[in-house]
């Protein structure tokens, strides 16, 4: 591996997706037809929250 900056590392991922788009969708929609073929999928509801909250904890006080 070619050593490269951070940053160029972050655009060639970027470029990636952004020229493999469609594809990257397609494979995506394809593993979640197969799930669903094979049984994965149930009816069950699931949500997901995305807070953040900072963590204070010290060695001393755990």
Do not use: E, W, Y
Request: net charge positive; glycine share 4%.
């Amino acid at each position: 591996m070619v050593d490269q900056p951070p940053d160029a590392r972050f655009k060639t991922i970027a470029n990636f997706r952004k020229d493999n788009g469609k594809a990257i969708r397609n494979v995506c929609r394809q593993f979640v037809m197969l799930h669903h073929q094979i049984g994965l999928f149930s009816h069950a509801i699931i949500a997901i929250d995305d807070s953040k909250f900072k963590a204070v904890n010290n060695r001393d006080k755990s």
